[in-house]
């Protein structure tokens, strides 16, 4: 199946700062998603890019499909981003099933 | 819109029974079914995937006889953790597709006690 990387594993950021996550795959997907996990454990969705960038309020992805990247953007952190965030990304032999990256955690110090 | 609702969104059961949790789809027809979980500490994988007019597909360490799902409409699917132990404790996920797009329910939690 497909091979998803997240780097980095973790990190600690100041509030107002700005993050930036990344998300390497291994094969041609044709879906990506960006969830949210909070400390608690909820999972919320955060955008799908597939390819390209899209924004969403505070957060840029760029999905670079031909060398099979993403990044995830977080401007002007805050403490409530803290959590872990996960990219997951299909293949095209296998659509709609959906492998996930181990996540980056994020905590954002006031 | 599209929106996944899974139910229940957190249960606690003895070590040894069975639990059922279900997932419904609301706003579109959903051809296929995933199931994940998360197991403490790690990433979401899946157990099986369920597509309308196919077999369900398991993935290796998961099987029938432990986790039987049930998809029998394009809105609806349940899937069962038989004889719940501790190393069965997670969140599950349910993901379902559309061909184009996949949609996320929150997950259900189970504890094992």
């Known amino acids: 199946g497909q091979q998803v990387q997240q780097s980095p594993a973790s990190l600690v950021l100041q509030e107002g700062e700005n993050a930036e996550l990344q998300c390497n795959f291994s094969?041609?997907?044709?879906?990506l998603q960006w969830f949210y996990q909070s400390p608690g454990g909820s999972l919320v969705s955060l955008l799908s890019n597939p390819s390209g960038t899209k924004h969403t309020g505070r957060l840029t992805s760029t999905t670079v499909t031909k060398e099979r990247r993403s990044s995830l953007h977080i401007s002007s952190s805050q403490t409530t981003d803290s959590g872990t965030y996960l990219c997951?990304?299909?293949?095209?032999?296998?659509?709609?099933?959906?492998?996930f990256g181990s996540g980056t955690k994020l905590t954002v110090e006031p | 819109g599209a929106l996944v609702y899974q139910y229940p969104r957190r249960t606690i059961c003895k070590s040894g029974t069975s639990m059922r949790m279900e997932c419904q789809a609301v706003g579109f027809q959903a051809t296929s079914v995933a199931w994940y979980r998360q197991s403490p500490q790690k990433t979401f994988e899946l157990i099986a995937l369920s597509t309308v007019n196919s077999a369900i597909k398991y993935e290796q360490n998961f099987t029938q006889e432990k986790f039987p799902i049930s998809h029998p409409n394009l809105s609806f699917s349940s899937m069962t953790v038989l004889n719940a132990y501790l190393e069965d404790r997670g969140l599950y996920l349910c993901g379902a597709g559309t061909n184009t797009e996949v949609f996320f329910g929150k997950g259900t939690r189970l504890t094992v006690v």
């Open positions: 997951a990304i299909d293949e095209m032999s296998n659509y709609n099933v959906l492998y």
């Open positions: 094969s041609t997907a044709t879906q």
